[in-house]
């Protein structure tokens, strides 16, 4: 499978989108690029943003774009964090949880695409929440990784050899969009064909 991902068939109307991404700036100035370019494309576009309430990192980056554009942006921070990711008051919206569990469940309440953008552990982990969850038919949501900088390469080639041995479906496969642009990614979310198949595949199958 290729790196880029075109759009599909079906059609999503996004009115807010949750955008996963490091607390941290990163180590090369086209994270945090990336990041303000995806704040302000989405308040351009008339689509909220709802993140995870830090005032730091590329989570400050595409908060501030898409405020300083006029845009709806939605912070959800657990107040073990809000200090130690310093919560962003000048969002639209900020709301502190009691947990990480109801941080991510709010998040997806309020959302309907997710975005991961470059990250650690913590924005892998809710990104693939969100993807199973989809994959579950606990929501019908699409998902879609920004390769900044060939960053998640690797991990959609480590996606692709979990179809090649059986793991995952082609179709959920698909269901993950994958680009390097932000208006390219947010055309193709709003356009994929989530698919409505069970998720576990029989021996036979493969």
Not at 123 to 139: D, K, N, P, R
Not at 147 to 173: C, I, M, Q, S
Not at 189 to 203: C, F, G, H, M, T
């Amino acid at each position: 499978m290729t790196n880029e991902t075109p759009a599909g068939g079906g059609g999503t109307r996004m009115r807010r989108v949750c955008v996963f991404c490091g607390s941290s700036i990163g180590a090369r100035i086209e994270y945090e690029h990336a990041a303000r370019e995806m704040g302000k494309v989405l308040a351009y576009r008339g689509i909220g943003l709802v993140y995870g309430g830090g005032n730091v990192g590329l989570m400050g980056a595409i908060a501030d774009a898409a405020v300083d554009a006029g845009g709806e942006v939605i912070g959800v921070i657990p107040s073990a964090l809000a200090d130690r990711e310093i919560a962003h008051t000048g969002v639209t919206d900020l709301r502190v949880v009691d947990s990480m569990h109801t941080r991510k469940a709010m998040m997806a309440d309020l959302s309907d695409a997710f975005i991961a953008m470059p990250g650690g552990v913590g924005t892998f982990e809710e990104f693939f929440e969100a993807v199973t969850w989809t994959q579950l038919g606990v929501h019908r949501k699409p998902c879609g990784l920004l390769n900044v900088a060939n960053f998640y390469t690797p991990l959609v080639e480590f996606v692709d050899r979990a179809v090649l041995e059986g793991f995952l479906r082609p179709v959920h496969r698909a269901a993950i969009v994958v680009d390097s642009d932000p208006v390219r990614l947010l055309d193709a979310l709003s356009a994929v064909e989530l698919p409505d198949v069970p998720k576990w595949i029989r021996r036979d199958e493969t």
